[in-house]
């Protein structure tokens, strides 16, 4: 009997893939590089912070240096200065033209002057000094303060998570800007007096978003090991949980600075917060709404700067979250 054979085939060799294993800071870096919205958000606040305290370190004009020759002038790069009304000031391309040995080209306005012919671009940086510094402060101590107390509220709980959740409901029930306009009358006006003011009123907002991770992370196994081993309660908190609740802190640090920044600059803008001669951002805008047609150049810069901050403190939030939001990482 013959025998009866069946051809074979041979299988492809499958070949073994090597496992790359990614940190969590590396992917939450990259999450948040795919965001370009974020990105450029960060790169604008990065730009406007060296703007305002790196600027004026190589600017020519002070803020606060009065010149009424050079009222209302144009924004321009290089001038010619005015000799009465038979010779006007000239600007960029006519400064060169009508440039003469009696009226030298000198350095212009960038961003133009305003009323009393002080220069917008050095004003403009002083005021940001003044707006982007109280943003951070502001964020920086309410987001210290925010997370002392909520996740003390979270972890002990009793009568001082009741203490906590009662003040936390009161703030949230309050109008900002009213409260605002009241405490800005009473203290005197100041950089100071601004910061102390937005930090009472935003200090607890956040507390319950804080609260909320303390008390479900309190219940994970890192935190019982910790309480086996002997950590007390503040160790626990600040070594243990806090740094597990990064993702809702740095997001509430962006959002609290814008809030700050535009909290600051619509109580300059109605005339309650920082107070002439110190430049902000709100009070340019303040003054120079009666030269909108005029001198429109006055109202324009300052406006874009609150903008274009605020709209990149907000993208910037907006990456973080979903930098840190599982959700987003793509197969």
């Known amino acids: 009997m013959a025998q009866i054979t069946a051809p074979t085939r041979t299988l492809p060799r ?6 790359k294993i990614v940190s969590l800071k590396k992917l939450v870096w990259m999450r948040f590089v795919r965001h370009r919205m ?10 406007m912070s060296a703007f305002a305290y790196a600027g004026p370190l190589l600017q020519l004009y002070q803020p606060d240096q009065v010149n009424l020759r050079e009222r209302f002038a144009k924004p321009s790069i290089i001038m010619v200065a005015g000799a009465g009304a038979q010779a006007p000031a ?24 305003d009323d009393l012919g002080r220069d917008t671009m050095t004003r403009a940086m002083y005021g940001g000094r003044v707006s982007l510094g109280i943003g951070f402060i502001v964020s920086l101590i309410s987001i210290f303060i925010v997370t002392t107390c909520g996740g003390v509220s979270g972890y002990l709980g009793g009568w001082w998570d009741n203490v906590m959740m009662r003040i936390s409901d009161v703030v949230h029930s309050l109008p900002d800007l009213p409260i605002l306009m009241v405490l800005s009358k009473i203290f005197p006006p100041g950089f100071w007096t601004m910061c102390l003011i937005l930090t009472v009123l935003t200090m607890f907002r956040g507390t319950r978003i804080i609260r909320a991770m303390t008390l479900s992370l309190k219940t994970q196994l890192f935190s019982e090991a910790a309480r086996a081993v002997g950590a007390d309660w503040s160790r626990i908190i600040f070594r243990h949980i806090v740094p597990n609740s990064l993702s809702p ?10 809030a700050a920044i535009r909290a600051e600059t619509s109580l300059s803008y109605l005339g309650l917060g920082i107070q002439p001669p110190m430049p902000s951002w709100g009070n340019m805008l ?4 009666q030269y909108f047609f005029s001198a429109p150049w006055l109202v324009f810069f300052p406006g874009i700067c609150i903008f274009l901050t605020l709209f ?20």
């Open 312 to 331: 990149s403190f907000n993208m910037v939030g907006d990456g973080l979250r979903d930098a840190f939001d599982p959700r987003m990482t793509r197969r």
């Open 14 to 19: 499958v070949e073994e893939r090597q496992v």
């Open 249 to 258: 802190l740095l997001v509430q640090i962006t959002l609290g600075a814008g």
């Open 286 to 289: 303040s003054n120079a709404q």
């Open 90 to 113: 000239l600007y960029n391309l006519d400064a060169i033209n009508g440039a003469t040995a009696e009226r030298p080209l000198k350095f212009g306005h960038p961003l133009g002057t």
């Open 38 to 47: 974020a990105v450029g958000g960060v790169i604008t606040v990065l730009v």
